[in-house]
């Protein structure tokens, strides 16, 4: 599951390269925040199912977890 939810592909894919703590600084001088999309790909997709039990506050934390894992580009740059 980690290899799969890491790998540049599924992180480009999902835009979990875009996602940013809405409390830290680059969040706020970019005026973005989290993006649940993979955390929710995640739980619903990959583990639980549609239906698992999951809240939105659960889909929220892990995308708290999550944010950060991003992948460095063809320049060397960060996603």
Partial sequence: LRAVEQHPAMLFFLDNQQSLGPDSRAGQNRKRGLNENLAREIMELHTLGVGGGYTQEDVT???????????????GQLG
């Fill in 61 to 75: 934390s892990l995308a708290r977890i999550i944010t950060g894992w991003t992948f460095a580009g063809r320049q």
